[in-house]
């Protein structure tokens, strides 16, 4: 069974960093592309980066480059660093795969910041 357990998140006061990661375990053979997607309360859930098994990019509007994406295909992790946080980044952020043409979440991790 494929799980992506997300953490690194947290309280931060504005300007400052955070690095997320997510791991997926399991039958995790054929991982794709994997994304952070973000959703705060009362808005719509939205793409903040992806990346593909090569190692391409993209990001969601305003993203980059305060965000990068990168990826451990050995250790079947992604990771997202955050960087110069500002308060309207507060929003669960949550992890994607693409594994075997299916997609899988994870549960999420908090992200606030303070101003």
């Known amino acids: 069974q494929v799980q992506l357990v997300e953490s690194g998140g947290g309280l931060v006061q504005a300007g400052g960093s955070l690095r997320l990661s997510c791991v997926v375990s399991?039958?995790?053979?054929?991982?794709?592309?994997m994304a952070w997607y973000r959703q705060a309360p009362g808005k719509q859930r939205e793409l903040v980066a992806a990346?593909?098994?090569?190692?391409?990019?993209k990001y969601g509007d305003s993203m980059w480059p305060r965000f990068t994406i990168s990826r451990d295909n050995a250790k079947n992790t992604m990771y997202l660093q955050m960087n110069s946080l500002k308060p309207e980044d507060t929003a669960v952020y949550h992890c994607?795969?693409?594994?075997?043409?299916?997609?899988?979440w994870g549960q999420g991790t908090q992200v606030t910041v303070s101003s």
């Open positions: 399991g039958s995790a053979s054929g991982l794709d592309t």
């Open positions: 990346i593909s098994p090569g190692g391409g990019t």
């Open positions: 994607h795969a693409v594994l075997y043409a299916r997609d899988y």
